[in-house]
């Protein structure tokens, strides 16, 4: 029986669906009955479905989710009986789904009594499933669809051969070394000794080689038959060309003085033991190079695809790298002095700091002398000022200092560097206070300017990360 859904607003439950369904009402009758007399022969379940037998007889992961609910329930509740077929002439409740009027009904020893074969002994009775049934289907099956990824090609075996390139290199020189001594035409021009350098280049272009074909087998087919690789290729954007079999990147430096290597490198999978093992080489090449200066070692020669990642993983998995990284000591810096977040006129307070040399000539034809820039800074705007300063003599500095106050007025302290000049100059700036305080009583103007004569505060010798904002304009 099948409930009558609507069929607009309910989605519409397929025929075996509701077989099955019909199974486990069937197999919860059974369990009921079992559990409350106890019957202790074994049972055997009967349905005219095939499909909803297959589903049964099978492991309930391999169906979709509803099938595979119930067919674990039935599983389940129905543990030691025996799944059969019967065909629907036998089938009892198939007669009440049938048009019968109520004599015919009352005389068909089929509904009363169930199909002739099954008074008899059970080998009798028709097998479990039967061979003439027609061939499932797995849409009918409602099969679980399952993805697996599969690889084209198996990687070559010489890859796992070693882990290291050098190793890997060498191991192919004396594989192709083999191949070259065991022709019989050249017995007396055979290669022995020490592996040579040519030797090397080739079994590592034998390697490359190699890996391309196992990746990029379908763009260089391409590029051998219609000159480039396809729209939709990885190396699209590389422009790659074929030279003697081999991969190379396609770029604008063909005219570039620069190695052919560099100029069009080998093109290498991102993912693949070849690639993992140069970079790895390169890395330990260079003294355990960081990302940046491994992807610029790389490329001399090679190009892998991603090569960011690559060196990243590279780096990071390293264990001499991470042992011997550094955690750097970070301590708060002090609280900033208060001529630095008291607000004030510009270049009130002033920090100063000499740089140079520079090369100088006052006339075309004068030998180019030495000269120096002094820079004046605010401590609270930041704001630069800058003056030429024609030797490191004090005079020099006084004068510089003289043109500064000139333009932006005479600051209230000055913060500068323990230089031996400006030692000098807060001596002679001294004198000038000395001088400005015996004048004291002649004008007012004078007065006030010798009142707030300009103070000199130095770091300490040797200290340069006391001079902060100036060192930093420097
Ligand atoms: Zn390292």
Redesign the pocket.
Known sequence: MAPLGDSKKQKKVSLPRLELSAALLLSHLYHKVNTSIALNTQPFFWSDSTITLHWINSVPSRWKTFVANRVSEVQHLTTNGVWAHVSGMDNPADIISRVMEASQLEESSAWWTGPSWLKQPSRFWPPVLQSDLPELTVESLEERSVSLPVRDHEPNEIFGLRSSFISLVRLTAMLRRFIHNSKPDIRSNRKIGFLRTSELNQATTTLVQLAQSEVFSNDIDAIATEGQVKSNSLLKNLCPVLRDGILRVGGRLRNADIPEDRKHPMILPARHLLTASIMSHY??KHL??GPHLLVACVREKFWPLRIRNLARN??HS?????R?KPSALEQLMGDLPAERVTPTLPFLNTGVDLCGPFQFRKLRKDQPTKCYVAIFICLVTKAIHIELVYDLSTAAFIAALHRFMSRRGKPHVIHCDNAQNFKGAVRELAELRKQFYSQKHKAAVVNRCADDGIQFKFIPPCSPNFGWLWEAAV
């Open positions: 890395h330990q355990h190079a590279v780096v390293c264990i001499n790298c991470f011997c």
